[in-house]
């Protein structure tokens, strides 16, 4: 829509037509607010800890009282990034049968030789 098209005729459409281009903004800054924060290493909450994790606050703060996740505190207050837990996550990983039977197959072929 140009500038010469608007009227009091078309008003409504004129309006229709900003509130529909508002809407593209706020989807393009919402996209880049996403993706600087995920580039960012910015430290969350224990609530945003625990969802990520899928656990309950007291068995986060039983998980770093034993030193066993990894966290900071800054005053009374405990940080987590999002980066670490994941890593934590995956250092957890439990082999498959598949997995098990190969590293023993190879362990038993470097043995015998």
């Not at 009227?7 to 996209?31: C, R, T």
């Not at 837990?85 to 098990?100: D, N």
Request: charged share 35%.
């Amino acid at each position: 829509m140009n500038l010469n098209e608007i009227s009091f005729d078309n008003l409504p459409k004129a309006v229709a037509h900003l509130v529909k281009e508002i809407a593209e903004i706020k989807l393009l800054i919402q996209n880049v607010q996403v993706y600087e924060s995920k580039e960012k290493n910015i430290p969350i909450g224990i609530e945003e800890a625990c969802r990520l994790l899928g656990k309950a606050k007291p068995t986060i703060y039983a998980l770093v009282r034993q030193r066993k996740i990894p966290s900071y505190k800054y005053g009374k207050k405990l940080y987590f990034f999002e980066e670490e837990l994941l890593e934590w996550i995956s250092k957890g990983k439990k082999k498959t049968m598949q997995e098990i039977e190969s590293e023993a197959l190879k362990y038993n072929h470097k043995r015998n030789k």
